[in-house]
């Protein structure tokens, strides 16, 4: 697993501009990107589903 095609929770949220807490609502809601929950609990954002979440929000506020 490359690490730079994966993002972690801070700097999706660092690059959102967002706090956890949000990430937390949009993941409990299914308004959230696609994530892989590791062995340890951590989860990673694919950045691949990152731009294909901004291209959904994009899309939704046209």
């Known amino acids: 697993m490359a690490t730079t095609n994966w993002l972690t929770v801070a700097e999706f949220c660092a690059e959102m501009k967002i706090s956890r807490r949000t990430f937390q ?3 409990a809601t299914g308004r959230g990107p696609s994530c892989l929950k590791l062995p340890n609990g951590d989860l990673r954002i694919r950045r691949s589903e990152y731009e294909h979440f901004l ?5 939704a506020a046209a």
């Open 25 to 27: 609502q949009w993941r």
């Open 55 to 59: 291209d959904m929000c994009e899309e």
